[in-house]
């Protein structure tokens, strides 16, 4: 089935597919092309250009989009969306005083959410992911990574990640999965990490290998939680099953992980609101990308990743969602992009760039999705009539989107 899209006002993210990410000043280019056609075949694109170029081609369906424009769908590379309840209590808690770790060091926080999971069952916790990945899904998200980190017991950890991967079956976009039973210490554990870290490296890393439940490994290397030294344990200890890392460092203290992280060859580091000139060098001549959450910053109230920085440094920057219950439930990419121009100073050019191409590298999709490429999957979204793509950012409180296409078919859940 091919379909071809005409009189597209512009058709935003044009890239030759050798181009995996962009970084530094490159990230303030985002090329377009205006009054544009889009073919698809099936679930790939298969050709575009300006409508003058247009030649006659026999195809089954015509869709006009005279005055709106196509963007690649989000590429949400960090996510929680896998959990069970809420927790309003503690926004509550904190509107009233309390801090998010003082609000973790009383019980609350991630072990809450762990209380909850353990205590769900696999079919209830699968449909309450569901609802929320079709949510985003509307929203335009058209590529994500899911973590576990709620379980904190082999059980749990386990019935997470097998509810990502269910996910991934039944869902019609790319889904990445990353085990984060290194998220918080639990309770039973808390006189002896060391036994907790044992039964993650020893128990549970084998058994998500056997099952092939997870793509990535994940650690939360901060103060409290898990130090330089566990990190590096947890790192290599993936290593050896074949994961990537992707490392939560720096939410609110730099002990060193970015270091630790580049060393085991992350493909990503995230959070990084607070940020050393020692981090952006280890950062510098690295491959691996930096991954700011403006969401968690704001539902937080807490200081920003230096944006401007970063990319001012040559270095390049995914954004991400890190929709989950505690310090970011929104999984909401549009506002994402509002907020990385809005608080963190990036311009239209440079947040789409890191909600899209960048945002497919972070989860090692770059072939499959971040940019109007051909051969990539026809994962888009047709905007409404919009006068220029500044408009996305500016217009913070509502979806421009009209229709969302993935795999080259209109969804309408
Ligand atoms: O990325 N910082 C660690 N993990 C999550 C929050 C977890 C929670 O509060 O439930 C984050 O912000
Ligand atoms: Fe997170």
New binding site residues.
């Given amino acids: 089935m091919t379909k071809l899209f005409i009189n597209i006002k512009e058709l935003i993210q044009v890239r030759d597919v050798t181009i995996k990410k962009v970084s530094g000043k490159e990230m303030n280019n985002l090329p377009t092309i205006k009054n544009a056609f889009l073919l698809i075949d099936n679930e790939l694109i298969k050709s575009f250009g300006t409508m003058e170029e247009l030649q006659d081609f026999d195809v089954d369906q015509t869709i006009d989009c005279t005055d709106k424009m196509i963007l690649p769908s989000w590429c949400d590379s ?1 996510t ?1 969306i896998v ?1 069970a309840g809420n ?1 309003e209590q ?1 926004f509550i808690d904190r509107i009233n005083g309390l801090s ?1 770790e003082e609000i ?1 060091e009383n019980g609350g ?2 072990l ?2 762990a209380k909850k999971l353990q205590e769900t069952s696999e079919d209830d916790l699968y449909k309450q992911s569901l609802k929320r990945v079709k949510e985003v899904i509307n929203l335009g998200t058209g590529a994500l990574e899911i ?1 576990s ?2 379980g904190l017991t082999i059980d749990s950890e386990l019935k997470m990640l097998r509810v990502i991967n269910r996910l991934k079956k039944n869902l019609p976009i790319p889904i990445r999965a990353t085990f ?1 039973g290194a ?2 210490i639990p309770n039973e554990f808390k006189k002896d990490k060391d036994g907790y870290l044992d039964l993650i490296i020893n128990q549970m890393l084998p058994r998500i290998s056997e099952d092939r439940l997870a793509d990535f490994i994940d650690v ?1 290397c ?1 103060i409290g ?1 898990f130090n330089l030294k566990d990190t590096q344990r947890i790192l290599a200890a993936g290593k050896k099953y074949g994961l990537i890392s992707k490392v ?1 460092v720096n ?1 609110f203290n730099s002990i060193g992980g970015v270091k630790v992280s580049v060393n085991n060859d992350a493909l990503t580091v ?2 990084l609101e607070v940020l050393t000139d020692d981090d952006l060098k280890s950062l510098k001549n690295s491959k691996t990308m930096p991954v700011a ?1 403006p969401t ?1 910053s704001y539902f ?1 109230s807490i200081p920003y990743t230096p944006a401007r920085k970063i990319i001012d440094s040559d270095l390049p920057l995914a954004i991400a969602t ?1 929709y ?5 439930p929104s999984g909401n990419m549009n506002f994402v992009v509002a907020t990385a121009c809005i608080k963190m100073k990036m311009t239209p050019e440079e947040a789409i760039n890191a909600a899209t191409i960048n945002g497919a590298f972070a989860m090692n999709l770059s072939n499959e999705v971040g940019s109007i490429s051909i051969g990539k999957l026809a994962n888009f979204f047709i905007t409404k009539e919009i006068p220029s793509y500044g408009f996305i950012p500016y217009n913070f409180g509502d979806s421009v989107i009209d229709t969302v296409y993935l795999n080259g078919q209109e969804t309408g859940n």
């Fill in positions: 960090h929680h959990y927790r503690e998010y973790a926080g991630i809450n959410s973590k980190g709620y984060l998220h918080a939360f901060e939680y939560h939410q995230d959070h959450l968690c937080l890190d989950n219950p505690g310090s970011s």
